[in-house]
Nanobody, 123 residues
Framework: QVQLVESGGGLVQAGGSLRLSCAAS????????MAWFRQAPGKEREFVAA????????YYVDSVKGRFTISRDNAKNTVYLQMNSLKPEDTAVYYC????????????????WGQGTQVTVSS
């Protein structure tokens, strides 16, 4: 069992930056692929970024490439999402996710979800 707790969301102006953190419980954190998803009002949850066990491989949805960076610190059981050059269309609830089998995962392949953190980008 893995419990995920996100933090770092908030309100920011367009062009600004935020860093999301996701703290994981359990001693098997390093054996999980980690990912971030987001869900805007009235839309389906979508994949944003994923990172391999060691952090050597990363994956991004096209709309955030060059602006967002996913990273992890296995010693701290934490995964991060650095978000730069934020746009109003990035507004959503951001969810941390863990899975053991597939990278990048679809929503149905995720084993564990965090509770989500709101990111709002004003124009």
């Amino acid at each position: 069992q893995v419990q995920l707790v996100e933090s770092g969301g908030g309100l920011v102006q367009a062009g600004g930056s935020l860093r999301l953190s996701c703290a994981a419980s359990g001693r098997t954190f390093s054996s999980y692929y980690m990912a971030w998803f987001r869900q805007a009002p009235g839309k389906e949850r979508e994949f944003v970024a994923a990172i391999s066990w060691s952090g050597s491989s990363t994956y991004y949805v096209d709309s955030v490439k060059g602006r967002f960076t996913i990273s992890r610190d296995n010693a701290k059981n934490t995964v991060y999402l650095q978000m730069n050059s934020l746009k109003p269309e990035d507004t959503a609830v951001y969810y941390c996710a863990a899975d053991r089998m597939v990278i990048p995962p679809t929503t149905r392949e995720v084993d564990f979800w965090g509770q989500g953190t709101q990111v709002t980008v004003s124009s």
